[in-house]
């Protein structure tokens, strides 16, 4: 029997794909360590309860198609829910750096890179809101990519 890294299911030995999550055995392992480390490090989905996660995902949904409202909704519908919690927290950091944004861009609207440069980020950022979206679709929670290095919110 082996285990499988992304859902950690037991499964046969010549099982090709996990049941449960549907991974890839076969690329897995020619995947680099430092590859699969690297990623592990901003998945907490394992720390939370998947009843608790299958009972606040659409309201984990809210947080990242509404922006201040649903995280607002979500702290009023699920107080008790870490997992909801752990979303409206990355949440809050989407709508703090793109104010910052916003307000930097303002402040400098007469250069011709500030706004564009924002423009590029607030772009990326909403990709990034999008491929949120569907981690909490799909049950996980992991950090956002460009706003995970910031400090504040853990």
């Not at 679709?137 to 910031?150: F, H």
């Amino acid at each position: 029997m082996k285990i499988c890294p992304r859902c950690q299911t037991q499964v046969n030995d010549d099982t090709v794909f996990c049941p449960n999550c549907g991974n890839n055995f076969a690329a897995t392992e020619t995947t680099p360590v430092t590859a699969m480390v690297a990623t592990a490090d901003f998945d907490h989905t394992a720390e939370f309860d998947p009843r608790d996660i299958s009972e606040n995902k659409v309201i984990a949904m809210c947080v990242y198609l509404l922006g201040a409202i649903g995280i607002l909704i979500a702290l009023l519908a699920s107080k008790e829910s870490p997992y909801a919690a752990f979303h409206v927290r990355q949440g809050l950091k989407f709508t703090v750096v793109i104010t910052l944004t916003g307000i930097l861009s303002a402040l400098l609207c007469w250069t011709c890179i500030v706004p564009a440069a924002a423009g590029i980020l607030m772009i990326a950022l909403f990709v990034v809101k999008i491929i949120c979206f569907f981690n909490v679709c799909n049950g996980k929670a992991v950090e956002p990519a460009i706003i995970r290095s910031l400090g504040f919110l853990k």
